[in-house]
């Protein structure tokens, strides 16, 4: 499916619970009004007044709003499409605000996700990407390094939130090229900070050479540097080489995360491939008065290279001043694995069985009322309280769904059985039909009642207090909101000024102007405990 913006209209384009499987090439292409592309990533002072009506430097022009909801995707690129430039399970280019949910990705051709330059505020949340692979393209040469779990190259403050990377040929997530937001002091996305920061919280990384790549270097403008990245709370397990690690060409200046104003804490690492080293930081210097060329900094010697190996927490804490709340431990990961090789041959992923023995050969004929066992492959995070019920949904292979409510013991055995992510692997689950439609069922376990309290934790729950700061000292904003946030504000006094203010995916919330006061914000959010909480604030000028 092509989403061109130049031919077509392709905003708000939703994507619910759809198979797209053994494919030709991708799933989908996504491209907004270019103009002269090349130039406009090369020197935007010089360009601007060329490039200002183009997707590069105008957010309205690129494909807004596109949502994959739900998805399986698998065994795409059979034609072999190249890997090393141009396709996977997909290849997105020019998005604002795009939101990928509960997608299961595996056993393509190519990186499981693929969003190739220029998107801007996107969200990847309670998603699967595993089995991915790629090998030799006739015209390219060797390409095995396109089989990774996700690509984000080249975007703007993004996050990754609760997905799980495991068993891919070269790597689970490549963050490359990220912190583009205003470049040369053009503020063309209203940030006032111009970081790009990614945010990569909350993953599971098993079974992969190496669980994530950083680079930044090439199609800069020349003042580019490494945009920061969140790097909090993830699991790192069985990985070959590094758990995490910078690759080359690589460009940025800073000696330290600090320095390049990231956040490294709360990891969890898991060495059980006894591999030499958990990390690395890199510090590639570059002399911008020496490399003024647009392309950005030449890329770096590799004498010139300053790296720093992470070989247990006690260096990350000595020699970067990071992790200090991570920490070296086992973590128990169901799989089932897959071994990858180097192929563009698709079908290495044995998921027959689970696509054949799905829920709705079990519903099929089935009324509410009706005590069934249903083949599941995984539930969808975070179980959440909802009329008086612990509820979350299920999932299988064929995107089937089903809503089912649980109480106290129920959900404990969800948790301990039932897979929080996408595999081959299923498990039977007892339940009792409340209703069942073409495309819709709810069932119960146990009683469906809980008198408990959701709690949060690194993998399911909230990780950050939401907080409130002036931006610029003139825009009253709500940083570190939940996914789906809504907020409404009062005064102390309980007069609504601000109501139904959606969270963006970056967590941001920009609120209406306030007079000097203080006010009370009620936050809303499946992903509270509770489902709301209350910040209050106060306006000083």
Sequence with gaps: ???????????????????????????????????????????????????????????????????????????????????????????????????????????????????????????????????????????????????????????????????????????????????????????????????????FIGNVLVDNPRHIEFRFALKAPRNHRGGPTILKDNVFKSWKTVAWQFGDPFVQNAATPEEAGWEIDGNIYDNTEDAPMLAEWTQSLCNLQTHPGGQGCDVSDPTEQVRTPFRNMNDFRTLMDIEHNGSEEPYEFRGPLHPMRKTSEVGLVPSGPAEENHMRTVLNGKSPGDEVTIPVSWFKRPIVVEDGAWVCTMHDLQANVITVRMDDESKEWVEKNVRFYGSTGQTEVTLTLNSIDEYEAVGTMGTGKTSGQLTSHPLY?????????????????????????????????????????????????????????????????????????????????
């Excluded at 190519?110 to 998107?119: I, K, L």
């Excluded at 700061?469 to 789906?484: A, D, E, F, K």
């Design 1 to 199: 499916m092509i989403l061109d913006k130049e031919y077509q209209r392709p905003d708000s384009c939703h994507v619910y619970r759809s198979v797209f499987e053994d494919l030709q090439g991708g799933t989908f292409w996504s491209k907004g009004k270019e103009g002269d592309w090349q130039q406009c990533n090369l020197n935007g002072v010089e360009n601007y007044e060329s490039c200002k009506n183009t997707a590069r430097f105008n957010l309205e022009m690129r494909v807004i709003d596109h949502r994959v909801i739900d998805c399986v995707w698998r065994r795409c690129n059979k034609s072999n499409i190249s890997t090393c430039c141009c396709m996977g399970a997909n290849k997105y280019l020019y998005t604002k605000d795009m939101v990928i949910s509960g997608l299961v990705s595996y056993d393509h051709n190519g990186a499981g996700w693929w969003a190739d330059w220029d998107s801007w505020n996107y969200l990847i949340e309670y998603s699967t990407f595993f089995g991915n692979h790629a090998g030799t393209h006739p015209q390219e040469g060797d390409c095995h390094w396109g089989g990774v779990g996700l690509w984000t190259e080249g975007n703007d403050f993004g996050s990754m939130m609760y997905n799980v990377f495991y068993s891919n040929l070269y790597g689970g997530v490549g963050i490359l090229d990220n912190g583009f937001a205003n470049t040369d002091e053009l503020d063309y996305n209203d940030d006032t900070e111009g970081d790009g920061k990614v945010r």
């Design 461 to 541: 729950g909230l990780h950050q207090q939401p907080r409130f700061r002036m931006l610029n000292g003139r825009r009253p904003v709500l940083l570190s909101l939940p996914t789906q946030a809504r907020v409404s504000v009062y005064t102390v006094g309980g007069r609504a000024v601000g109501t139904h203010v959606r969270a963006g995916i970056d967590g941001t919330a920009r609120l209406p102007a306030l007079r000097t006061g203080a006010y009370i914000a009620r936050i809303a959010s499946p992903y509270l405990p509770g489902n709301a909480m209350a910040l209050t604030f106060a306006i000083v000028r």
